[in-house]
């Protein structure tokens, strides 16, 4: 799209259920699982952070490079509607068109509309302001336009579902989920959303995915299906190679929260990237359940 490790000790300590404790303490390759599978190993050549919290054990149970900053793709698009929506007291039915395609379909046109309307990279510093996110900044100076350039972390992303949750106002949390619960599995750029999570895990879920740096369009464009149920930039976060994200919330009464960000080889075909990816997933989630 356009665009010290923890302690086990402290990890197990419960997160506050309203994201409003500062950040926890950086995580660089440490897991925690309940479960008993083997931790994922991450491919060569392929960076990778994550993080799943438990909503019912009330802590995070496996995580790795939590804090480390990707270039957001389109999972912005969660701080997008939540910026849109809660400066909003009604919304019009236009832009709840815009929020829809956006939100399900990913379709980077209606998120461009509400970056240019809402002040750019003034959104992201209001959201992670409120929400107390670590490690979430604007695009650089040098591409204010470019909102897929946010980089954020698998932290912050777990934070931001939690704020959906638990903390964000009704009308906010069941618009924004409701369409995640409803993604579809084609982009409205063609390229197919149900790697990650839609593919390595039943149904329920509700996802947001991200990609970036596979092209404009797909090799093989995406076909309507059942799942489950540019260069670099000197001292930014992997602007330079193709990124696949997959976030969302997962299984009954949405348990447990999941971030898995990937960065890959710089000129990795899709279909590789989309099979690395999945397969993580899949043993991550797994190693936890």
Excluded at 212 to 240: E, I, R, T
Excluded at 271 to 278: D, E, G, M, N
Aim: net charge positive; proline share 7%; with cysteine.
């Amino acid at each position: 799209m356009r665009i010290k490790p923890w302690a086990a000790v402290a990890a197990a300590v419960p997160l506050a259920a309203g994201c409003v404790a500062g950040p926890a303490a950086p995580a660089s390759a440490s897991i925690i699982s309940s479960g008993t599978a083997a931790a994922p190993k991450v491919p060569f050549g392929t960076t990778a952070g994550w993080v799943v919290f438990d909503r019912k054990a009330g802590k995070i149970v496996a995580t790795r490079n939590a804090h480390r900053k990707f270039r957001s793709a389109s999972v912005v698009k969660i701080m997008i509607a939540i910026d849109y929506l809660e400066s909003h007291a009604g919304v019009p039915a236009g832009d709840a068109a815009l929020l829809k395609v956006m939100l399900r379909s990913s379709d980077d046109d209606a998120a461009s509309t509400f970056w240019d309307r809402d002040g750019k990279g003034a959104i992201i510093k209001r959201v992670a302001r409120k929400l107390g996110l670590a490690d979430t900044a604007p695009p650089p100076a040098s591409k204010p336009g470019f909102w897929g350039y946010t980089s954020l972390s698998a932290y912050d992303v777990v934070r931001t579902y939690r704020y959906l949750l638990d903390t964000a106002d009704g009308r906010v949390r069941d618009t924004i989920l409701g369409h995640l619960r409803a993604s579809t599995p084609c982009g409205s750029d063609g390229f197919d959303q149900t790697f990650g999570i839609p593919s390595a895990v039943r149904a329920p879920w509700a996802v947001k995915q991200g990609w970036s740096g596979f092209g404009d369009v797909p090799a093989v464009k995406c076909v309507k299906k059942s799942a489950n149920s540019g260069g670099a930039l000197p001292g930014v976060p992997d602007y330079g190679r193709p990124v696949l994200h997959t976030t969302g919330l997962l299984g009954k009464d949405d348990r447990l929260i999941m971030a898995v960000l990937t960065a890959h080889p710089a000129g990795a075909s899709w279909s590789s990237s989309v099979a690395r990816i999945t397969a993580l997933t899949r043993d991550l989630y797994r190693s936890v359940v």
